[in-house]
Structures are given as structure tokens and as C-alpha cells.
């Protein structure tokens, strides 16, 4: 009698649990979508509004959706719209919530401002359905604007987030994009400026200057510099419009060219003239709208040859590297890796910190100055170097640097490396890192055991 008394009692439990649940926790729930879903000023879904009209006092701003997230303008007409800012509209017009109603039926709409109202937003969906909403001025403590909707004089409050957010300029909708591509399709670069040409050709995830001299080139400041451009955004449109000739487009200043492989054709950047405060005119030839660009592009294009080469020491796959020689005059010290050890011929072991430091200068450091077309190597005291390092693996030479005699402009040591003809100047720390003498790297013997008490 017991176990079955425990039983109804656990049945009991279970269905004032289920009771608690339905109508406190679940009920909750409903109650919290309700109340959400009549606070919405539109019942509507993003993806189904199909036009946008922006009207304020002084103008309107109406941008037609043309396919997946693709808009136009068309009010004011022959404008490009910059999808993002749009779609961004379409998504906040679902999420505008009414607050509480503070004017029933109100006969004088002056006093909310909704006599003449700062922003009108107006939207139609795809099946011809239309919305509106206007926006008023504040409440007294800022924290609202007062609101409503056609056809009802009842002014409600909503957040005053939301007026800001469709309070927006012609410039704020236009599509601002300085190039349209993306950085990992482009394979070659072509900058123009009156008889100067910069080329540098893409090749794996390397790039090669080819003109005005074919070297290696520092493939991290060309990757920088096309991701500048494909981010870039126009920092104003001028107005009144000028011509291609007034901007110093026709012909341009400068001609910046990104090879597309995957377009299979260039995309282009015409820059013009200065048009004051260090910003620049410019162009994308595909379109027509002629915008303004901040100095940057200008500045970065305009840099030097040396800017865009590549400035290593050498290089080298430092996991190759097993042994390194140091010689300066007579003295030759001999490195060999054992393991992760590094060790004399005589087998003592080195500082690993130290020959790492080396390895890390040579792998690191850069060039302060290029002379690719160098004079006698006595000119740079090469013919005669003070010190020579000399990196191997096994037997096999993978390149030899020679350090030759001090540089003054710009200040440093003359080297040459095996790898190359050019001569490089470097600064004198690297010269120090491996102007070194055996005993400065032998690592010190462990301590002696302290003597046991007798």
C-alpha cells in the first residue's frame, strides 16, 4: 500500500510539474514573443522589402533593390548605392519598436515635430504592400523620438537610436568603393606616373619587381598595398561634380593597374591632382562617378624603388643550416649542429642562445641600402673582407657573406652575399653578432658538486 501511495504521489508530482512548467516557464516564453511581435512596427521580413525611400525636409533618397542584396539608386538618379549601406536599412526597418503612446489621436502634430517631421521612412514590399513611418523630434530627456504612422494622428515613443539610423546623407549611400576586386585574384601591378613605371609580377605567394629593375620583391609591402587599395574607401564626392580634365584625370597623374586573374583583365585606378588638404581626385575608368581619396594611395605609390624591393640579408632555409664558419684573418671558428646542440670541432658545446641570435639577425635584419650595380669590391673593402660567414649543409656551401668596410651614407658595414651581385650596406649590429672569437660562445661548465662534510 505503501509503493502504490509513493506512486500517485510521484504522478501528482509530475503533472503540477508539467502544470508549473506550461503555464509559468512556457507561458512566460509565449507571453515575451507577444509582447515583442505588438511592440514591432511592421510585421515584415528584410528579405521581402524591395524599395526604400529616405524623405527629408530637404531631399529624398530612394534605392530599389535589384536582385541578392544588390541595390540602385534612383533618386537622386545616376548615382551607384553601396549595397551594404542599404541592405543595413532593410535590415533595421523589421526591428523599429513602438514604445509607450503619448498623444491619442493628437490634433497638433507641432509640438512632437511631426507637423513637419525630420525623417520619413517609407518602404514597399515585394508584393506592392507599402510602410511607413515618420520620425519627430525628442522627448525632453532625449531618450526617445516621438513617432507615428500614416493614416493615425496616435504619436508613440520609439528609441532614439532609430532616427539617427535613417538619418543619412546622398554620400552615405553611394557606393564609396575606391577598386572592386579581391586582393588574392590580383598577379600583377603596373604604377604609372609621367615616365616612371613600377611593375612587380606575382609568382606563388611571392612577388618579383620586374621594372624598373627584376629582383626580388618584398612581397609583404605589395600585398599591403593592393589590400590598401581593394579597402579603401572614397572620403567624399565632389560638389559641385568636376570633369576628368579640371581633376587632373584626363590624362591622370598617376595610373595604378591590378592584374585580375580571374577576370582575366585590369582593374584601374586613375589618381589627379591635389585637391587641397592632401586628398587626391580619382577615378575608376569602369564607372563614372569621379570621387575624392585621402593622400595614402597617392603617398604610398609615389615611394621609391628601394621601398618596394626586397631588403633581406640573404636567404636561406634555416633547417638546412648545419654548419657555420666564421672567419676573420687566420682564425677560423667551425660550428657544427649535433641534434639541437651546437658544438666546436673539439666537441664543446656552445650557447644555443647565441648562435640562435646570430642565425635570427641574418634572418631578420634588413638592408639599409642596395648597390646593384656596384663598383670594384676594393671600393667597399669586399676585395679584402674583415669577416666572412660562411653557412652550410654537410659539405655543401648554401651561402657566403662578406663583410667589408664601414658605410657612412647611410651608416653601416658593406656586405655581399654569394647569392647575389648586388652590395648591400648593414647596420653594424650584424656585423656584432658575428664578430665573435670561440670563448665568447663556449657555454660555461656546470658548477663542481659541493664537497660533502666530513
Known amino acids: 500500500m505503501r509503493f502504490k501511495g509513493t506512486t500517485v504521489l510521484f504522478l501528482v508530482f509530475l503533472v503540477l510539474g508539467g502544470y508549473v512548467y506550461f503555464t509559468e516557464f512556457r507561458g512566460k516564453e509565449e507571453r515575451q514573443k507577444k509582447e515583442e511581435a505588438r511592440k514591432k512596427a511592421f510585421p515584415v521580413d528584410e528579405k521581402d522589402i524591395a524599395e526604400i525611400s529616405l524623405i527629408y525636409p530637404d531631399r529624398t533618397i530612394t534605392g530599389v533593390?535589384?536582385?541578392?542584396?544588390?541595390?540602385?539608386?534612383?533618386?537622386?538618379?545616376?548615382?551607384e548605392a553601396d549595397p551594404d549601406e542599404w541592405q543595413q536599412l532593410a535590415s533595421n526597418i523589421p526591428r523599429i519598436e513602438r514604445?509607450?503612446?503619448v498623444g491619442q489621436n493628437a490634433q497638433d502634430l507641432a509640438p512632437f515635430g511631426l507637423k513637419d517631421p525630420s525623417v520619413r521612412v517609407s518602404a514597399k514590399l515585394k508584393d506592392g504592400k507599402a510602410i511607413e513611418?515618420?520620425?519627430?523630434g525628442e522627448n525632453p530627456k532625449k531618450t526617445f523620438n516621438y513617432a507615428k504612422l500614416p493614416g493615425?494622428?496616435?504619436?508613440?515613443?520609439?528609441?532614439?537610436?532609430?532616427?539617427?539610423?535613417?538619418?543619412?546623407?546622398?554620400?552615405?549611400?553611394?557606393?564609396?568603393k575606391v577598386l572592386e576586386f579581391e586582393p588574392d585574384d590580383i598577379d600583377n601591378l603596373k604604377i604609372t606616373e609621367g615616365a616612371k613605371e613600377l611593375e612587380a609580377q606575382k609568382s606563388g605567394e611571392n612577388w618579383q619587381l620586374k621594372n624598373p629593375i627584376d629582383t626580388r620583391a618584398d612581397s609583404g609591402e605589395v600585398t599591403t598595398f593592393v589590400s590598401s587599395i581593394r579597402f579603401a574607401r572614397a572620403n567624399a564626392f565632389p560638389d559641385p561634380p568636376v570633369d576628368a580634365k579640371t581633376a587632373g584625370?584626363?590624362?591622370?597623374?598617376i595610373r595604378i593597374a591590378l592584374h585580375d586573374s580571374k577576370a582575366k583583365s585590369d582593374r584601374i585606378l586613375?589618381?589627379?591632382?591635389?585637391s587641397g588638404t592632401d586628398k587626391y581626385y580619382a577615378r575608376d575608368p569602369s564607372r563614372?562617378?569621379?570621387?575624392?581619396?585621402?593622400?595614402?594611395?597617392?603617398?604610398?605609390?609615389?615611394?621609391?624603388?628601394?621601398?618596394?624591393?626586397?631588403?633581406?640579408?640573404?636567404?636561406?632555409?634555416?633547417?638546412?643550416?648545419?654548419?657555420?664558419e666564421i672567419r676573420r684573418g687566420s682564425e677560423t671558428i667551425a660550428m657544427i649542429k649535433a641534434g639541437s646542440d651546437w658544438k666546436l670541432q673539439d666537441d664543446r658545446k656552445l650557447q644555443w642562445d647565441k648562435i640562435s641570435s646570430m642565425l635570427n639577425t641574418l634572418d631578420f635584419e634588413k638592408a639599409k641600402d642596395v648597390i646593384d650595380a656596384p663598383k670594384p669590391l676594393s671600393t667597399y673593402g669586399l676585395d679584402k673582407p674583415r669577416i666572412e660567414v660562411v653557412l652550410r649543409q654537410g659539405s655543401t656551401e648554401l651561402v657566403r657573406l662578406a663583410f667589408g668596410s664601414d658605410s657612412k651614407t647611410p651608416e653601416g658595414i658593406y656586405i655581399r652575399t654569394s647569392d647575389g651581385p648586388a652590395v648591400k650596406v648593414v647596420?653594424?649590429?650584424?656585423?656584432?653578432?658575428?664578430?665573435?672569437?670561440?670563448?665568447d660562445l663556449i657555454e660555461a661548465p656546470p658548477p663542481a658538486p659541493a664537497e660533502k662534510p666530513k
Not at 270 to 274: E, F, H, K, M, P
Open 133 to 136: 513611418i515618420l520620425f519627430g
Open 427 to 439: 647596420s653594424r649590429d650584424v656585423s656584432d653578432k658575428v664578430n665573435v672569437k670561440a670563448e
Open 99 to 101: 514604445e509607450d503612446t
Open 249 to 253: 584625370l584626363d590624362p591622370p597623374v
Open 288 to 324: 563614372d562617378s569621379i570621387f575624392i581619396i585621402d593622400k595614402d594611395i597617392a603617398d604610398k605609390a609615389r615611394r621609391p624603388i628601394f621601398d618596394w624591393r626586397d631588403k633581406s640579408i640573404t636567404k636561406v632555409d634555416r633547417d638546412k643550416i648545419d654548419h657555420i
Open 65 to 79: 533593390k535589384k536582385g541578392e542584396k544588390q541595390w540602385q539608386i534612383t533618386a537622386p538618379p545616376g548615382l
Open 152 to 176: 493615425s494622428n496616435d504619436v508613440f515613443l520609439t528609441a532614439s537610436n532609430w532616427a539617427k539610423t535613417f538619418t543619412k546623407s546622398v554620400s552615405d549611400l553611394r557606393n564609396k
Open 270 to 274: 586613375l589618381v589627379g591632382r591635389n
